[in-house]
């Protein structure tokens, strides 16, 4: 049931009830804040709410989709904007600047390079119409992947992005181009750009850097860093980065890769029928870890336990001995405070699980970013050598590529591992460099490369030397990854604030305002910082305790 308006009210005259108290960090130089919605399509009944509650937390602008397909379905017809007119009407009376996104080109106009003129017609229509009503218009989503691109290539977007800069200039002089946001922080999608002659041609580059489910510092921190490098190599550093999506789901995830772990687990450890398994996150916060515990006590055999622990918690856990499997966060991190106990506890003969493509590629301490170590090493080399774990990087050398459809080995299906991987893919390979006498890598997938090169995707490093336990590593990165709570969304979203900021970022939109939640385990339907029904997360509540304490600074800087 949605929110009563007059519920929404005693709410937002609540605000200083905030969940979390990480808005005292909030400082004027930070990006500006708006949000996207689906306002133009599937959420336009309910767009009122949606602008009331956006301006309630806060947010000042609202990112939606103005689709060409939509407003011209043939090309005899006008373009009929009366659908965006009440949405950019309905947003300016509660205070919020739309930035619309020109893109999704109807069948008969693809591909685009082939309809240019009809391309043109369309954006000048669309910026003579609202001109002085639209500040900055961002020129199509994510075209750097297929999904929104068929056959992405940045000379074929160039032309696409020129066209509609001098269209809507011409038509509203004050307006800005903003580029179209990449699917990550794809700096040679970017650079590629470049040479083929964008940067005359937009005022704003936009990025879409998500990193969830991990905290926002080190992969925010190097991907703005990287895009602010092709800028500057292109002599073109001064202007903005906006970021018009980043966020981090709350789905409760299933266990992924469920026959791989059962398989892994067949093979370090085949007389054992019973398992101790303890899973742990990189915070305080054991949510995610808790539902992959969930999964696991569905899984493993009769008799087994499964519990979530904070890293504190799971180090004195196998300081106990209450342990025979550890699994780390499904994702490319691991919380350094718990290296050594793990390392001890494999050396004694305990089984460690390290899926997400990249074992410990972040590490984190108490929930922040940890890049090195008192000796100056990275904490990921360090992991690496302590638990002897090899990376292979695809490359033209190796003749692996990223990603690789790989199969099951013979070791893998005797293990009771499916052959019908659905086209199961690894962008990181691993082999026994590290490995001494005695120890045995056991692959359990293989990808073919060229030149009969073999990668292996996923493995079971099975100690035999000085080490008497096991390691479980998958490659794939790509996998649904366990999503975060919303204490940690909001913590998040505010981290990722500072972050943006040293790197010059002007505005900063979350993705997206209200989850649609279709479904509990799906990662695209749980973005939102309000539920599907309006009830607010802790995100909101954050940002709208920021926003008042904004607010307050204000006026008593008046005073």
């Not at 450890?269 to 899973?279: D, L, N, S």
């Not at 519990?307 to 994702?331: F, H, M, N, Q, S």
């Not at 090493?377 to 003749?399: C, D, M, Q, T, Y």
């Amino acid at each position: 049931m949605k929110f009563a308006r007059s519920t929404v009210l005693l709410l937002a005259a609540a605000l200083c009830r905030a969940e979390s108290g990480a808005a005292a960090r909030a400082e004027t130089a930070f990006p500006a804040l708006g949000a996207c919605a689906h306002v133009t399509r599937d959420e336009f009944g309910d767009r009122d709410m949606t602008f009331f509650m956006m301006r309630a937390a806060g947010l000042e602008c609202v990112r939606s989709d103005f689709d060409w397909r939509a407003c011209q379905p043939s090309p005899d017809a006008a373009p009929d904007f009366s659908r965006y007119d009440r949405v950019v009407d309905d947003a300016a009376a509660q205070g919020l600047a739309v930035l619309p996104i020109l893109h999704g080109a109807p069948k008969w106009a693809w591909p685009l390079g082939d309809h240019l003129p009809e391309w043109r017609a369309f954006v000048r229509a669309a910026a003579a119409h609202f001109a002085g009503r639209i500040p900055v218009w961002e020129i199509w989503n994510e075209e750097n992947i297929g999904s929104f691109w068929p056959n992405p290539n940045a000379a074929d977007y160039v032309p696409a992005l020129r066209a509609a800069y001098k269209e809507i200039k011409a038509a509203d002089p004050a307006a800005r181009v903003c580029f179209g946001g990449t699917a990550g922080a794809d700096s040679n999608f970017i650079d590629a750009a470049y040479r083929a002659g964008a940067k005359d041609f937009f005022d704003i580059l936009a990025i879409h850097p998500y990193c969830a489910p991990q905290p926002p510092e080190h992969f925010l921190d190097e991907a703005l860093g990287r895009v602010r490098g092709v800028m500057a190599r292109h002599g073109d550093a001064g202007k903005p980065i906006w970021i018009t999506e980043i966020g981090w789901p709350t789905h409760t995830a299933a266990l992924p890769e469920q026959n791989l772990l059962l398989a892994g687990l067949r093979v370090a450890q085949p007389e054992r029928r019973v398992w101790r398994a303890g899973c742990v996150g990189i915070s305080e916060d054991t949510a995610a870890a808790e539902s992959i515990a969930a999964g696991l006590r569905a899984i493993l055999p009769g008799g087994s336990t499964a519990e979530a622990y904070t890293p504190a918690g799971l180090v004195a856990a196998l300081e106990a001995g209450a342990l025979d499997l550890v699994v780390y966060p499904i994702a490319e991190a691991f919380p350094l405070e718990t290296l050594g106990a793990v390392r001890d506890f494999v050396a004694a003969g305990g089984t460690l699980v390290d899926f997400g493509g990249a074992p410990m590629w972040f590490a984190y301490s108490g929930g922040q970013s940890a890049d090195r170590l008192a000796d100056g090493r990275k904490p990921r080399e360090a992991a690496w050598e302590a638990l002897r774990i090899s990376l292979v990087f695809p490359s033209k050398e190796n003749g692996l590529s990223s990603p690789s459809t790989v199969r099951a080995t013979p070791e893998g299906i005797a293990a009771g591992l499916h052959n019908d991987l659905n086209g199961f893919p690894c962008h990181r390979f691993f082999d026994a460099a590290r490995l001494r006498e005695g120890d045995e890598m056991v692959p359990l997938l293989t990808a073919a490369g060229r030149d009969g090169h073999v990668g292996i995707g996923a493995c079971v490093y099975r100690f035999g030397s000085d080490y008497r336990g096991a390691v479980i590593l998958s490659g794939n990165m790509s996998v649904e990854k366990g999503g975060n709570s919303e204490r940690e969304q909001a913590d998040y979203i505010l981290r990722a604030l500072p972050v943006a900021a040293r790197h010059g970022v002007e505005r900063l939109f979350l993705y997206e305002f209200r989850a649609p939640e279709k479904a509990a385990d799906d990662r695209e339907s749980h973005f939102g910082i309000v539920h599907a029904d309006f009830a607010p997360k802790a995100a909101f509540h954050a940002l709208a305790e920021r926003a008042a304490a904004q607010q307050q600074k204000a006026v008593d800087s008046d005073r």
